[in-house]
Each structure stands twice: as C-alpha cells, then as structure tokens.
C-alpha cells in the first residue's frame, strides 16, 4: 500500500490545500478507487469521516467499540482498518492512552491536497444540465404513488437475523438501514435526468454505472433515495450522498475487473 502522490510541478504550484469539509466528497470518491484498500478500511473511513471529524479542527476521537457497533463489525476488523488506512496514507492516527485521551484521527495532507486538485478541476467542468431546463424540485414527501414510483422499506426480518459481528459484513449495511429507497421507473426521463445532474454535481457517476436497475411489475427503474434529488444543505442531501458513496466501491471493483478481463482477452 501507499500514500496517495502529491501534485508535483505546475500542478503543485497551481493547487492549494482545502479545507477538509470542502473537499470531503473528491476524498470518499479517490479513496473508493484506491485498489490498495479493501472494503472494510474504505466503509470504516466513510463513517469517521461523515458521522465524526469535525469540520474545523479536521479531527475525530471515536473509540473503536463506537465505530464497531455503528459499521456491524468486530473491533478487530477496525483496528486492521485503521491500520491499514494509516499505512495507505489517508488517516493521520495519533493514538492515545485510554485515559481522558482517546485516539485522533485526521485525513492526511497529502490525501486532502489530492482531494483539493480534483476539486479544483470538477469546479472547471460545466455540470450536466436536465433535459428538459427545469430547476431541481423537492421530493414529494406525501405523494407515494403520483409518479409511478413505490416505496421499499428495509428488510426489517433479514437485520435481525443478521450476526451482529459479521466479519464479511458489507461495507453500506449500516448507513442503508435508516435510508427508505423509492423504486423510479426508467421510464420517467425527467426525474432520471435530474438525479444525473445533481450526480455531476458532486462529481459521481451518473445512474447507469451504479449497481441500481430493478424491476417491478415488469417495469425497470432504479432504486433511489427518493423520487427527485435532495435541495442542497437539507439533512436529506447528506441521507443521498452517503447512499451513493456507499455504493462507489463496488464500482470502482467492476471497473477493475473489466480492465483485467480486457487485458487477459
């Protein structure tokens, strides 16, 4: 494993270091596609970032029972995420001693530098525009079947029947749990043009390359966190970015198998 490269040259000159909070999703999104860190590291990272580091000091002070209990994982498993997410150069570990001193955690500079140059180059890019010109709505909390779209609830019977310390636990069971996911039929343009953009926005793939696409009644459509994206700064956009963050390894998993399978052929 290694620390992501820092920008070297014209590019060092022209970048500049963010502040963690503005360059938190360009972070998720390199450290999804980092091939060197597995699953457990990388939905242990999503955690202490999204749910503790704090947006001035850029520190965290979980324990590992804490993070333990909130990922469905044995405190093994975080220690051996932990460790591996220092080594690969994107938490800075400043352990403590267990008495009024819990164990720090920080993104490194060299990985925040990272995160800032893709900022800096996504904020030059023009975004997806919606098809048909219209602005973002809100979702319509109240309407369940006005569009066509149905509700899923989670699985209620299969979480509790789930061990508690799974070691192969998924990476997103626990964030998914508390998200209610809304079935979209492709067939409704608009509101997928729209999730597209916002996706663009926040410089995510776009639909298709999510593992999303279900059917209902013979219909396709896409499992979503609502039927129209989030209005920005509401506690639903944060709900929405942790639903698709989660769901990044997986593609970036494909993507490398795909170049792997093209260079055997």
């Known amino acids: 494993m290694h620390a992501p490269s820092l920008p070297s040259g014209k590019e060092a000159r022209m970048s500049e270091r963010r502040p963690f909070r503005e360059v938190k999703l360009q972070w998720l999104r390199l450290l999804s596609c980092d091939a060197n860190i597995n699953d457990n590291a990388k939905c242990v990272a999503l955690y202490i970032v999204t749910a503790h580091v704090n947006g001035h000091t850029e520190k965290a002070w979980p324990s590992y029972k804490t993070i333990a209990e909130a990922t469905g994982k044995s405190v093994k498993s975080i220690q051996r995420a932990i460790r591996d997410l220092e080594l690969g150069g994107w938490l800075s570990v400043q352990r403590g001693n267990g008495v009024g001193h819990n164990t720090e955690y920080c993104p490194t500079d060299a990985s925040i530098l ?152």
């Not at 779209?149 to 799974?166: D, F, S, T, V, Y």
């Open 114 to 265: 990272k995160a800032s140059e893709l900022r800096e180059k996504t904020d030059k890019s023009v975004p997806l525009a919606p098809s048909e010109g219209g602005q973002i709505c809100p979702e319509r909390r109240s309407d369940v079947s006005g569009e066509g779209g149905q509700i899923c609830p989670p699985n209620l019977e299969k979480e509790k029947n789930k061990k508690p310390n799974a070691r192969e636990a998924r990476a997103n069971e626990a964030p998914r749990r508390s998200i209610p996911v809304v079935v979209l039929p492709t067939a409704q343009t608009r509101q997928v043009d729209e999730w597209n953009a916002w996706l663009a926005e926040k410089t995510l793939p776009d639909l298709a390359r999510f593992n999303l696409a279900t059917s209902v009644n013979g219909s396709s459509g896409y499992q979503l966190p609502g039927r129209w994206p989030p209005e920005d700064g509401s506690d639903k956009e944060q709900d929405c970015l942790t639903y698709f963050l989660n769901r990044l390894p997986a593609i970036a998993h494909e993507a490398a198998s795909q170049a792997a399978y093209r260079q055997a052929a």
